[in-house]
């Protein structure tokens, strides 16, 4: 029998809800099974249907898209989401990702003025991880810039890969505000790569969320070395759309997104496969 000239790896392909905004998480559901996503991840945020175990299940099971992903309450505006306390935050995403079948929460490293959760979070997070077969994949951020001037607002510090975590993320976008080399990053997490928030970026202080292509970031190299290794996570499209003039716009992008994704995230099967790191927990401290 003929071996197939393209393997497509078993990685599925989701909408983040965020990519919706203005709009709404329950849209977000309804663009994904029109454009045909395989899947979204939910931002927990603001929106209370976000919040809401039950009401996101009757989303998904009305538009046959299951939940892959969590994405915790960390940003800036969800400080109230779900407690104040950062710990009943990730305590309540495992619980959703758990009675929704999603396979991972995402989570950012704490904010610096956040301490005595800092000094905790690395070990806390293997604790948490410990407890269940959610992954805690913690993702990549960048130094806040104005101006000439930059702050690091995260702890233990922006690049995760500096501390030892079971899984990560990593978002094209934030590395590109970061101005570091993707590639590289994804190579110093090896085969502890469990999630990938697609976007774009062309390095400016903001964390711009391009649609992939429209940046300077290796979307396409990296969906293809992916492929190649035969990479089982899930890929997130998490785009900004909020300059949409309409909904048609909005999808247009989203969809363009999609193809985007699905294009490169396939290899040929003469692709040879790229050697990984072999994953090892470092001991703490070290």
């Not at 990685?11 to 029109?34: C, D, G, H, N, Q």
């Not at 927990?44 to 919040?51: G, K, L, N």
């Not at 992939?212 to 969906?223: D, N, S």
Request: aromatic share 8%.
């Amino acid at each position: 029998m003929t071996e197939p000239v393209v393997r497509i790896p078993d990685a599925k392909v989701a909408l983040s809800t965020a990519s919706v905004y203005p709009e709404s998480t329950a849209t977000a559901f309804e663009i994904a099974a029109r454009l045909g996503y395989d899947g979204v991840e939910v931002m927990v945020w603001t929106d209370p249907v976000s919040q809401d175990i039950e009401a996101l299940r009757r989303l998904s099971d009305y538009h046959q898209v299951p939940i892959l992903a969590v994405h915790a309450p960390c940003l800036l505006i969800t400080q109230r989401v779900w407690s104040t306390d950062p710990w009943v935050k990730l305590q309540r995403a495992r619980a959703a990702a758990e009675k929704l079948d999603a396979s991972t929460v995402v989570v950012h490293p704490p904010f610096r003025w956040q301490r005595a959760y800092a000094r905790e979070f690395v070990r806390g997070i293997w604790r948490m991880a410990d407890e269940t077969d959610v992954r805690f994949a913690v993702e990549n951020m960048y130094p806040w810039r104005y101006r000439d001037r930059e702050m690091l607002a995260y702890a233990p510090g922006w690049d995760v890969t500096r501390d030892d975590y079971r899984h990560f993320t990593i978002d094209l976008s934030h590395t590109a505000t970061a101005r570091t080399d993707a590639l590289e990053m994804v190579d110093r997490m090896g085969d502890r790569l469990a999630h990938l928030h697609l976007a774009d970026g062309q390095g400016s202080n903001k964390d711009e969320h391009l649609v992939p292509g429209r940046g300077t970031q290796p979307c396409a190299e990296l969906l293809e070395r992916l492929a190649a290794g035969g990479f089982d996570g899930n890929v997130v499209v998490e785009v900004n759309t909020r300059r949409a003039m309409s909904t048609t716009e909005r999808e247009a992008d989203l969809a363009e997104a999609l193809a985007f994704t699905r294009l490169h995230l396939a290899s040929s099967t003469s692709a040879k496969r790229p050697g990984r790191p072999s994953r090892g927990r470092a001991v703490p401290g070290s």
